[in-house]
């Protein structure tokens, strides 16, 4: 690898996504040793699977740039997105339990992600024990995000919308992205099975949204205009 090659590396070190991800808290001489296991660099194309249910576990993914959706496939066949997965999150914790992935991780765009391998984990967390914290932290996260939508499941159709929209625009911003116009990733036919909806009523709660002034939709891109109306929906 030449210099330059080296100089312009995304490391863990200079990954802007190093506060958000699995290098929090640590020292940078224990982010140099997460940095030896980590395999980095890794790029899919829209469609292409980060991993697919039943697969053995391979290792917990780290998204670095794209989006993915995370799929459960119930016993009848019939596939549920979980949820929206943004730069800097981590997904894969399912397969520690029976070294198997319940869910399926495919990508929404172009993906780049980092991969913590399976049989680096153990390893890891001995030699950096507050690394068993981040990855706790990440799990957490991810089943209260779940335990949320379980929540407004049961809500009528705008507040759902409006709740994943500004859920949306909240992990954006923490990111470092903005937090008023961004893509929301799913086609409405996906955002309807994300949110138990059927098609029409996305799309016509959607253009409410738009002629109340709440929301500008492009495609999948999505301005939000006036928060405060967006938040009363969800507060009630």
Same mark, same amino acid.
């Given at each position: ?32 040793? $997460? ?16 991993? %697919? ?18 799929? #459960?496939?119930? =016993?009848?066949? =019939? =596939?549920?997105? &979980? ?12 397969? @520690?339990?029976?070294?198997? #992935? ?13 991969? &913590? ?10 030699? *950096? ?13 991810? *089943? ?8 407004? +499941? ?5 507040? %759902? ?6 859920? &949306?625009?909240?992990? #954006?911003?923490? %990111? ?7 893509? *929301?990733? @799913?086609?409405?036919?996906? $955002?309807?099975?994300? @949110? ?9 709660? @959607?253009?409410?949204?738009?002629? =109340?002034?709440?929301?500008? &939709? ?5 301005? +939000? ?6 938040? %009363?929906?969800?507060?009630?």
């Amino acid at each position: 690898m030449t210099t330059l090659h080296k100089k312009l590396e995304v490391t863990c070190h200079n990954c802007g996504f190093s506060t958000v991800c699995f290098p929090r808290g640590l020292t940078r001489e224990e982010v140099s040793q $997460l940095e030896d296991v980590v395999e980095r660099r890794k790029v899919l194309r829209k469609g292409e699977f980060l991993f %697919r249910a039943a697969d053995p576990f391979h290792g917990l993914i780290a998204i670095k740039s794209g989006t993915a959706k995370l799929i #459960y496939q119930d =016993e009848q066949g =019939e =596939e549920h997105i &979980l949820q929206v997965l943004l730069p800097g999150e981590v997904v894969g914790f399912d397969a @520690l339990a029976d070294n198997r #992935y319940r869910c399926s991780a495919q990508a929404l765009d172009t993906v780049s992600y980092c991969e &913590l391998p399976a049989r680096e984990i153990s390893r890891i967390c001995f030699r *950096i024990p507050k690394m068993l914290g981040e990855m706790l932290r990440h799990a957490s996260d991810a *089943i209260t995000s779940q335990c949320d939508q379980t929540v407004f +499941i049961k809500k009528p159709a705008e507040e %759902r919308l409006a709740a994943f929209l500004l859920d &949306l625009s909240r992990r #954006y911003a923490f %990111r470092g992205f903005s937090g008023e116009e961004f893509s *929301i990733g @799913l086609t409405r036919q996906e $955002l309807g099975n994300h @949110l138990d909806l059927a098609l029409a009523t996305v799309s016509r709660t @959607l253009k409410q949204f738009e002629r =109340e002034g709440w929301i500008e &939709l492009d495609g999948k891109r999505v301005r +939000i205009l006036d928060r405060d109306a967006l938040s %009363r929906l969800v507060s009630g």
